[in-house]
């Protein structure tokens, strides 16, 4: 008989990976999951913001440019229902420095990293 899966049972850190690229978001997921997290992978901003009751993440990274609902929309509401949920964003886009400008003038501030982003450096956030 199979052990049911364990919800959040796990000591390991949470991290719930959002890309709309989703060949980005799933080899990012396994790269943590190899690392010792336990991460998921979601295909835009909405799926992020469902996934958030479920999974609970300890920490989010989100593709900023995603069609439907952004990366920063995804995050102020993250931070919104979760806030003690660390963000981190990440672009390969120059539409970003305005997303970015518009969430400050808000009063949100979050980290971004430029895409593409590199395995090691990404881990390097994480354990920070």
Same mark, same amino acid.
């Given at each position: 008989?199979?052990?049911?899966?364990?919800?959040?049972?796990?000591?390991?850190?949470?991290?719930?990976? !959002?890309?709309?690229?989703?060949?980005?978001?799933?080899?990012?997921?396994? #790269? =943590?999951?190899?690392? &010792?997290?336990? +991460?998921? *992978?979601?295909?835009?901003?909405?799926?992020?913001?469902?996934?958030?009751?479920?999974?609970?993440?300890?920490?989010?990274?989100?593709?900023?440019?995603?069609?439907?609902?952004?990366?920063?929309? !995804?995050?102020?509401?993250?931070?919104?229902?979760?806030?003690?949920?660390? #963000? =981190?964003?990440?672009? &390969?886009?120059? +539409?970003? *420095?305005?997303?970015?400008?518009?969430?400050?003038?808000?009063?949100?501030?979050?980290?971004?990293?430029?895409?593409?982003?590199?395995?090691?450096?990404?881990?390097?956030?994480?354990?920070?």
């Amino acid at each position: 008989m199979a052990a049911a899966p364990s919800t959040s049972t796990s000591s390991k850190p949470r991290v719930l990976v !959002a890309d709309d690229e989703q060949v980005i978001a799933n080899t990012l997921a396994i #790269i =943590l999951n190899q690392a &010792g997290f336990e +991460a998921r *992978a979601v295909f835009s901003g909405e799926k992020a913001i469902e996934a958030l009751d479920t999974f609970q993440p300890n920490m989010l990274i989100s593709d900023v440019i995603m069609t439907g609902m952004t990366g920063i929309e !995804a995050a102020i509401k993250t931070r919104e229902k979760m806030p003690n949920c660390k #963000i =981190l964003l990440f672009s &390969g886009q120059a +539409a970003t *420095a305005d997303l970015l400008e518009k969430a400050r003038a808000q009063g949100h501030e979050f980290e971004i990293l430029a895409k593409p982003v590199h395995p090691t450096d990404l881990l390097a956030k994480l354990r920070a």
